[in-house]
């Protein structure tokens, strides 16, 4: 019997919203849902993104979609054996 799909809870942030007229979006979007469908994982309905913040500052950590995700994690929000996914795109 195969091992039941763990779920993956994506996770991306770019620095500079003059990224966000690219295509950083949708090309981290089709390389989460590659690395997913390599990994037998199960792609979770919430989409953790921080657009336009530095991760230099830790900015991300304290008022962005990052520290949102540590704190589910720390909660139990996630089921055991989740993947967090991570897609950074640098300036």
Do not use: W
Not at 17 to 33: F, I, K, N, T, V
Not at 47 to 52: R, S
Not at 57 to 80: C, M, S, Y
């Amino acid at each position: 019997m195969p091992a039941p799909r763990r779920t993956a809870v994506s996770y991306s942030r770019f620095s500079c919203l003059l990224q966000a007229d690219g295509d950083s979006l949708d090309r981290q979007e089709r390389m989460y849902r590659q690395f997913c469908e390599r990994h037998n994982l199960t792609p979770g309905k919430e989409v953790f993104a921080d657009k336009g913040r530095s991760g230099y500052h830790g900015e991300h950590r304290t008022r962005g979609r990052l520290g949102q995700l540590i704190e589910a994690a720390k909660e139990g929000r996630f089921d055991p054996g989740t993947v967090i996914v991570t897609r950074l795109v640098a300036q």
